[in-house]
C-alpha cells in the first residue's frame, strides 16, 4: 500500500474516531440532562405523593450518580428525604382535627387544636445532621398550617378537600361515567363535606355541603344554560327547568336546597340574577305561566352578570371549558348525547399544563395545589397525574 493510500486511510479512520468521540459526549451530555430532570420530577413527587417515581427507581444509582456526579446525585437523595418529610407533614395536616370529649351531662367538649403538635414534632434539633435543609422544610412546613388555619377559617368547605375521605369521594365521582353516578355516590360526598367541617369547628349554618369548584359549575351552569334556554320554546324550557331540578332533588334528596343555594355563592351569581332564577323555577315548578316580562328581565340580569366577567371556565383553569359535567344533559356547552350524558370532548393537556405551570413559576404553592385538585376533580387523577410528567 502506498504512502498516499495509507495517509487517506489513516485520515478516514482519525475522522471516525472523531465524530464517534464527539457522538459519545452528545449521548452523556443528553443522559445526564435527562437524569437531571428525573431526579428534579422524584423530588417533586415524593413531595406530592411520598414515594419515589417508578422510573427513579428502575434507574441503576451507581448509574446514576455517575451520570450527574456524585454530588448532585447526592443533594438529590437528601432533597427527596426532606419532601419525604414534607409530605408526611402534609398529611397529618390536612386531617388533622382537635378530639371531642363529652362531659357528664353530654355536653361536647372540644380538645386542643393538634396542628400546633404536628408542626412542632417536625422542628429539627440543632445537632441534626444538614439542619440548614431541615430547617427550611420545617419552615414549610409552618407556612402549611398556617394556611390550613386560615383556610379552614375563612373558606372550610376548600378546606375539607383536603381530607382524605373527601378527595377519594371527589376522585371516585370524578373517575365514575355519568350513566354510573347515584344519588348515593352524591350524598356520601354532602355527607363527608358536612361532617369534615363540623369536625374542625363550623357551625352549622356555615358548613357548604359540596367542594367550591363543583358547586360553582352547577351555579354557573343554571345561571347561563337556564336563561339561554328560557329564549326558546316555553314548554321545552319548562320541560327542562323541571329535569334539572328533579335531577338536583334526585341525586341530593334533603340536600338539594342547600346545594342549590351554595351553588348560587360559588359562581358568583349575582343577587339579581339568583332571585330571578328563584322566582322562575318556582313559577315552573308550580306549573304556572312564564311571562314575556319574566323571561326578559331573566335574561337581561344574566347578560349583565356575563358582561362583569365572571365564567366557570376561567374559575377552574383561566382558560378553556371543561369538556364534562356533574349533570348529564346539562352540562356547560347545552350540548348533549342522546341518552342525555355529556359528549367527552377529552382533557385539554396543553391549557391544563399552561395554567399549572404558570401557577408554580408565581410560586403560590397553594393556588397550585388548589388547580390540580380542581382539574383531579374534573378529569380524574389518572389524566392529570398523565398530564404532569410531560413537566417533569
Not at 423530588?43 to 422510573?55: Q, W
Not at 398550617?145 to 379552614?152: G, K, S
Not at 322562575?280 to 306549573?287: I, N, Q, W
Not at 371543561?322 to 393537556?349: H, I
Amino acid at each position: 500500500m502506498s504512502a498516499t493510500t495509507r495517509a487517506k486511510y489513516g485520515s478516514a479512520a482519525l475522522s471516525a474516531m472523531t465524530k464517534q468521540t464527539a457522538d459519545n459526549k452528545a449521548a452523556l451530555a443528553l443522559q445526564k440532562s435527562n437524569d437531571t430532570e428525573l431526579i428534579a420530577a422524584n423530588i417533586r413527587h415524593v413531595e406530592e405523593f411520598g414515594i419515589n417515581l417508578d422510573a427513579y427507581d428502575d434507574r441503576n444509582p451507581e448509574g446514576l450518580a455517575a451520570s450527574v456526579g456524585e454530588a448532585a446525585y447526592q443533594k438529590g437523595r437528601a432533597d427527596a428525604a426532606q419532601a419525604a418529610n414534607f409530605n408526611r407533614a402534609k398529611t397529618l395536616l390536612d386531617s388533622a382535627v382537635p378530639s371531642v370529649n363529652y362531659d357528664a351531662l353530654g355536653n361536647a367538649v372540644v380538645g386542643e387544636d393538634p396542628i400546633e403538635a404536628i408542626v412542632a414534632g417536625f422542628k429539627p434539633p440543632k445537632n441534626t445532621h444538614d439542619f440548614d435543609r431541615a430547617q427550611a422544610t420545617f419552615e414549610k412546613i409552618e407556612a402549611y398550617a398556617d394556611t390550613i388555619r386560615e383556610e379552614r377559617r375563612t373558606e372550610p368547605a376548600k378546606a375539607a378537600t383536603r381530607f382524605p375521605e373527601v378527595k377519594g369521594l371527589m376522585t371516585a365521582l370524578a373517575d365514575l361515567p355519568p350513566a354510573q353516578r347515584t344519588p348515593q355516590h352524591y350524598q356520601d360526598l354532602v355527607r363527608a363535606m358536612l361532617e369534615t367541617q363540623a369536625s374542625f369547628g363550623i357551625a352549622p349554618a356555615n358548613r357548604d355541603p359540596l367542594p367550591p369548584a363543583m358547586s360553582a359549575q352547577i351555579g354557573f351552569m343554571m345561571s347561563t344554560t337556564i336563561p339561554e334556554r328560557v329564549k326558546g320554546n316555553r314548554e321545552e324550557f319548562n320541560v327542562s327547568v323541571r329535569d334539572l331540578f328533579n335531577r338536583i332533588e334526585r341525586d341530593y334528596g334533603e340536600y338539594a336546597d342547600e346545594v342549590i343555594a351554595q351553588a348560587m355563592t360559588d359562581s358568583k351569581t349575582s343577587k339579581d340574577t339568583t332571585n330571578l332564577l328563584a322566582g322562575l323555577m318556582k313559577k315552573v315548578m308550580a306549573g304556572k305561566p312564564i311571562t314575556a316580562a319574566d323571561r326578559a328581565a331573566l335574561v337581561g340580569s344574566a347578560e349583565t352578570d356575563a358582561q362583569e366577567g365572571f365564567s366557570f371556565s376561567r374559575f377552574l383553569f383561566g382558560g378553556g371549558e371543561p369538556a364534562t359535567s356533574y349533570f348529564p344533559g346539562f352540562n356547560l356547552g347545552g350540548r348533549s348525547q342522546p341518552d342525555g350524558d355529556p359528549l367527552d370532548e377529552g382533557f385539554d393537556e396543553g391549557t391544563f399544563l399552561r395554567g399549572f405551570a404558570k401557577l408554580q413559576a408565581e410560586g403560590d404553592e397553594v393556588a397550585t395545589e388548589e388547580f390540580k385538585a380542581d382539574a383531579v376533580l374534573e378529569y380524574g387523577e389518572e389524566a392529570v397525574n398523565r398530564a404532569l410528567k410531560r413537566l417533569k
